[in-house]
């Protein structure tokens, strides 16, 4: 096995300009694959309420769901780093809310991080938690859980946009969220010029989705690298391989072989006991 990824090795490599890859899992069978994969970062994701659960949103998510998927996740992995998303409704209330669930995700869920959506407003969230040596993961730009302000899943800091400050919000973001003492962020879905400007400003590294080539390393929903979905990809994602057609091929293969009686055949089955001699 290869050395186990740590934070400071994440912070190592974007001094070192290594690009840091991060996928989300949600299980034990693709952590173990990914990890194989030489994957740094596992993220489970709250998306897995989009995703595994088949939810409009991530704001229906519990923490008990996130902790029961981390240690699935946990369980698998031999080499990268677990992060566990902190759901909608399990950190907003207080500071010492969201210490509390970043405490279930280490100890119940096995997390080695934890994650969560907001900037300035989170800033005495994240410090709460890094103070008791959790390492925290900020997410600016587009943030799922703040769907019904945003008016959907939309590209955030556009020039013309939501107003002329809105990039300068995300900026401002993304500072308060590296003082509070994040070890990284997370900028979905806004204009690569921005995210380049906040990956050159910023000392922690950035892990872009939907924010062009410039972050310090790049996250994507597994659901989508692996076409999981036989419909729809989002436009920043990528498909590295047609999953989810071979499945549907694959299943309808054992259905049709079933129908027909060409599965079981003997190689499948087991042979009669031989009857005893004399
Ligand atoms: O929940 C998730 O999968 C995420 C990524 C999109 C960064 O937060």
Redesign the pocket.
């Known amino acids: 096995m290869e050395k186990k990824v740590t934070v400071p090795d994440i912070l190592r490599m974007k001094a070192a300009g290594e690009r840091i890859t991060m996928v989300?899992a949600y299980d034990c069978p693709f952590a173990r694959l990914l990890d194989e994969a030489g994957v740094e970062i596992l993220?489970v994701?709250?998306?897995l309420g989009m995703v595994v659960q088949g939810l409009p949103t991530?704001l229906p998510v519990t923490l008990d769901e996130m902790v029961y998927h981390t240690q699935l996740v946990a369980r698998g992995r031999k080499r990268a780093l677990v992060l566990g998303?902190l759901p909608f409704g399990a950190y907003q209330a207080s500071p010492q809310q969201a210490v509390e669930s970043a405490v279930r995700l280490v100890k119940e869920g096995g997390a080695e991080a934890v994650?969560l959506e907001g900037g300035i407003a989170m800033a005495r969230t994240i410090e709460a938690i890094a103070t008791i040596d959790v390492p925290v993961m900020g997410?600016v730009g587009l943030t799922?859980q703040s769907v019904h302000r945003m008016g959907g899943h939309r590209v955030q800091g556009r020039r013309g946009g939501h107003g002329p400050g809105e990039r300068e919000r995300l900026l401002d973001d993304a500072r308060a969220v590296q003082a509070a003492g994040a070890f990284a962020v997370?900028l979905?879905c806004m204009p690569l010029d921005l995210a380049a400007e906040i990956t050159a400003e910023l000392t922690i590294p950035t892990i872009g989705?939907g924010a062009g080539a410039h972050c310090d390393g790049q996250?994507l929903?597994l659901h989508d690298l692996l076409g999981l979905s036989t419909d729809w990809t989002p436009r920043f994602a990528k498909r590295y391989a047609e999953l989810g057609r071979e499945v549907v091929r694959a299943a309808g293969d054992y259905v049709r072989e079933v129908k027909d009686g060409l599965f079981p055949t003997e190689a499948q089955a087991f042979a009669p006991p031989k009857a005893k001699a004399g």
């Open positions: 989300t993220l994701g709250d998306s991530t998303d994650k997410h799922p997370v979905e989705i996250v929903v």
